[in-house]
C-alpha cells in the first residue's frame, strides 16, 4: 500500500511516500529556521505562509524521488493536528484537494501518533506494548501503546514544554534559535553540577511535567550574575556550565518519569521522540537507564526526531487498519489541540 504523508504541523513543510507503513520510497523536508531565526521562535503567520510557497514543490519532489506518479498511489496520509491551525491548514487543504482531483483515499493522523512511529521506521511497528514520551516544542506528554496502536494518555506538562524550556533559556542567554541545538552543543563542554537548578517532580508518584520554574531559575540566574556577554568576558560563569547544568535538570525529569511510568504500567519497552529526543545528553541518559534497569529502549534516528512526514505516512497506515479511511473529506477540519 503506498501512502504519501503530508505534514505542516509547525514549521516544516513535509512530504513523503511510504509503502505497507515501513519502507521509505521517499522523504523530503522544507525547513524555515532561517525564516524564524531572527525572532527567536516560529512565527504562525509567516510558516503558514511559507507552507503556502513550499508545499506543492515539496510534494513534487517526494512523487519524484519515489519514482511513482500521484495516481499509482493508494491514500494520502495528512496531519490534522495539533499544531498551529494556519500551518494545519495548509497541508490538510492540499491533501483534501489531491485526494478528490485523483479519487484516492484520505487518512487523518494525529501528529503525536506519527511521533509514535517515528521509533520504529523501517521496521515491523509495535510488538509489544510500550510507554512512549513525546518531547518536543509543543509537547511534553507520557502514553502507553499498545500493539493494536491503542493509545493512553498518562500525563503531560502543566506549563511550558521541556522544548519550549530549552528555547527559552537560549533565548535568555543569547544563544540563538532553535535553541535545542545551540544548548546540547554548548552542554558538551560544561560541567552538569556547577548550577543546581530545580527540578519539579509535583506530587508523589505524579507522571505530569513542569518546566517554568526552572526557566525562571535561569531568568533569575542571569538578573544576579550579569548577561552572557559581561561573563564571556572573564566574570562569573561559564555558558558551556550554565548549558550544562540546566539540561541535566531537565534530562533528569524526563527520564525519571519516563522510568516511573513503565513501571507503574508494567511494560518493558519506552521509546522516546519527538524534537528533544535528538538531544544527545537525553539520549545517553536513557540508553545507560534502560540497559541498568533491563529495559528495551527504542528511539528514532536523527533525522526522525524533528517533525517529517515519513512518520505520518508511516502512522496513517495503522490509522487505516484501526479505523479506516475519513469517509467525508470536505468536512474534515484542522484542530489546533487534539489529546488522547
Not at 493509545?151 to 543569547?174: M, P, Y
Not at 525529569?253 to 519516563?258: H, P, R
Not at 534502560?290 to 505520518?312: K, S
Request: some cysteine; overall charge negative; glycine content about 8%.
Amino acid at each position: 500500500m503506498l501512502i504519501l504523508g503530508i505534514e505542516t504541523s509547525c514549521d516544516e513543510t513535509a512530504a513523503a511516500v511510504v509503502e505497507n507503513g515501513k519502507d521509505i520510497l521517499s522523504d523530503v523536508i522544507s525547513s524555515q529556521i532561517a525564516v524564524h531565526m531572527p525572532y527567536g521562535g516560529v512565527v504562525p503567520e509567516l510558516a503558514s505562509r511559507k507552507h503556502v510557497e513550499m508545499i506543492l514543490p515539496v510534494i513534487d519532489e517526494a512523487l519524484n524521488k519515489a519514482d511513482i506518479s500521484a495516481d499509482r498511489l493508494d491514500a494520502i496520509a495528512v496531519t490534522q493536528g495539533p499544531g498551529l491551525v494556519g500551518a494545519l491548514l495548509v497541508g490538510l487543504c492540499t491533501a483534501k484537494a489531491m485526494a478528490f482531483a485523483l479519487d484516492k483515499p484520505l487518512i487523518a493522523v494525529n501528529h503525536l501518533e506519527g511521533h509514535m512511529h517515528a521509533a520504529f521506521l523501517g521496521r515491523e511497528t509495535i510488538a509489544k506494548p510500550f510507554v512512549c514520551l513525546v518531547v518536543s516544542g509543543g509537547h511534553t506528554a507520557l502514553y502507553r501503546v499498545d500493539t493494536d496502536g491503542q493509545v493512553k494518555f498518562l500525563g503531560t506538562t502543566r506549563d511550558d514544554a521541556a522544548g519550549e524550556a530549552f528555547d527559552k533559556v537560549a533565548k535568555l542567554l543569547n544563544l540563538g534559535y532553535p535553541g535545542g541545538v545551540v544548548i546540547d552543543k554548548l552542554a558538551a563542554n560544561g560541567n552538569p553540577t556547577t548550577f543546581q537548578f530545580p527540578k519539579a517532580y509535583l506530587e508523589k508518584d505524579s507522571l505530569d511535567f513542569s518546566f517554568s520554574g526552572i526557566k525562571t531559575a535561569v531568568a533569575n540566574f542571569v538578573r544576579r550574575f550579569g548577561p552572557p556577554a559581561n561573563a564571556s568576558e572573564g566574570a562569573s560563569y561559564r555558558l558551556e556550565d550554565v548549558a550544562a547544568s540546566f539540561q541535566e535538570a531537565v534530562v533528569d525529569v524526563l527520564v525519571n518519569k519516563t522510568i516511573l511510568a513503565a513501571k507503574v504500567t508494567g511494560v518493558d519497552e519506552i521509546a522516546v521522540v519527538g524534537g528533544v529526543s535528538a538531544n544527545q545528553r537525553l539520549r545517553r541518559r536513557f540508553e545507560e537507564e534502560a540497559g541498568y534497569l533491563g529495559l528495551t529502549l527504542h528511539l528514532p534516528a536523527l533525522r526522525y526526531c524533528t517533525d517529517n512526514a515519513v512518520m505520518i505516512a508511516a502512522a496513517g497506515y495503522t490509522v487505516w487498519k484501526r479505523t479506516g479511511f475519513v469517509q467525508d473529506i470536505m468536512d474534515l477540519d484542522a484542530v489546533s489541540r487534539w489529546f488522547y
